[in-house]
Nanobody
Framework: QVQLVESGGDLVQPGGSLRLSCAASGGSLADYAIAWFRQVPGKEREGVSC????????PYLDPVRGRFSISRDLAKNTVYLQMTNLEPGDTALYYC?????????????????WGRGTQVTVSS
């Protein structure tokens, strides 16, 4: 049974950086696609970026292109989301999720295992 645990969320000032981690147990990241999503109260969960089993990257969210990047360390079975030049609009609960397939998809309904989320707050 795959489990995912996010960490790294924090309160940060605009222009700051954070690195979120998604630690997986119970399965190898090379076998699945892992995506980062984010959600704010009252809005739908939106896909941020995804890394496939073979390691290809699909960015989904235009406002974060060039500022956020996804990566992984197979030895640590961990996926990261490096976030730079953070803006107040990036404030959200960030989740990582596993798709039971090697390839990415932007829609949350295709992901079956979710972490509990880590809160990112960007404020001065």
């Amino acid at each position: 049974q795959v489990q995912l645990v996010e960490s790294g969320g924090d309160l940060v000032q605009p222009g700051g950086s954070l690195r979120l981690s998604c630690a997986a147990s119970g399965g190898s990241l090379a076998d699945y696609a892992i995506a980062w999503f984010r959600q704010v109260p009252g809005k739908e969960r939106e896909g941020v970026s995804c890394i496939s089993g073979p390691g290809s990257i699909t960015p989904y969210l235009d406002p974060v292109r060039g500022r956020f990047s996804i990566s992984r360390d197979l030895a640590k079975n961990t996926v990261y989301l490096q976030m730079t030049n953070l803006e107040p609009g990036d404030t959200a609960l960030y989740y990582c999720a596993r798709r039971p397939d090697r390839y990415c998809n932007i829609y949350p309904r295709y992901y079956d295992v979710w972490g509990r989320g880590t809160q990112v707050t960007v404020s001065s």
